[in-house]
Nanobody
């Protein structure tokens, strides 16, 4: 089991940037594939980005490609989501997740953080 804590959310104007962090503790987090998901009010949770155990492979939701970048520092047990050119439709609670499979499907992830709120004003 690994514990995940997200941080870095907040209120930002459209066009602005935020960097989310996900700190992991417990079992060696570097052995996990990591993902970022988000859930807006009244909507289902959706995939945003993923990164493989070694950081070589990454994947993104189409609507965030070119704006968001996922990265990880295994020496710090931390995964990041750099979000640029934010839009009001990016407003959601953002969750990081850890799993044994490199996947964009939330059911493939066994460990979840509590989430951090991102609000983008127009």
């Amino acid at each position: 089991q690994v514990q995940l804590v997200e941080s870095g959310g907040g209120l930002v104007q459209a066009g602005g940037s935020l960097r989310l962090s996900c700190a992991a503790s417990g079992r060696t987090s570097s052995r996990y594939n990591m993902g970022w998901f988000r859930q807006a009010p009244g909507k289902e949770r959706e995939f945003v980005a993923q990164i493989s155990e070694n950081g070589i492979l990454t994947g993104y939701k189409d609507s965030v490609k070119g704006r968001f970048a996922i990265s990880r520092d295994n020496s710090k047990n931390t995964v990041y989501l750099q979000m640029n050119s934010l839009k009001p439709e990016d407003t959601a609670v953002y969750y990081c997740a850890a799993g044994s499979t490199y996947s964009s499907k939330d059911y493939e992830y066994d460990n979840w953080g509590q989430g951090t709120q991102v609000t983008v004003s127009s």
